[in-house]
């Protein structure tokens, strides 16, 4: 998963595989780049940091994306509320929920028990809701300028 987050985000900058290769500190073949990004190949911490560096994003980001998507943690959700109103096959009570939330900045931070309560305040049942609220985790986006 990790490496999946790190061509998306790669791919959102405009780089090619060859350009994160030759840029990167220490120089590196462009095809490890590709076994990184298909998981063939395990990625270093240090690794993850230049990689996220290059592209302009924190490594810390990058890995809480990651580990929320594949649920390895999730004692905080971390929902955005624009990609769930953007979201037409979302859940149309979901979906007033997130309304106000979009008016503002960033996205909703929620406890387990926050979940369970919108679950019972929605009238629905906590594990469905949780599975949807995990596919509108914010992906980290670059804040690099492609060239």
């Known amino acids: 998963m990790m490496g999946r987050e790190l061509q ?11 350009n994160v290769a030759a840029n990167l500190d220490g120089g590196m073949h462009h095809q490890t780049i590709y076994h990184y990004e298909y998981g063939t190949r395990d990625l270093s911490v240090i690794r993850l940091v230049q990689l996220a560096m290059l592209l302009g994003v924190y490594a810390p980001d990058v890995l809480a ?16 509320p624009v990609a769930v109103l953007l979201d037409e096959g979302s859940p149309v009570v979901l979906r007033h929920w997130a309304q106000p939330l979009a008016q503002q900045p ?19 049942d906590a594990p469905d809701l ?9 992906r980290p986006m670059s804040r690099h300028i492609a060239q």
């Open 65 to 80: 994306a990651v580990l929320q998507q594949s649920r390895v943690d999730l004692s905080i959700v971390t929902v955005d």
């Open 106 to 124: 960033g996205p909703v931070r929620l406890t387990m028990a926050a979940v369970f309560e919108l679950a019972a305040e929605l009238d629905l």
């Open 130 to 138: 949780l599975d949807c609220l995990v596919r509108y985790t914010p």
């Open 8 to 18: 998306r985000i790669r791919e959102d900058v405009g780089f090619t595989r060859r």
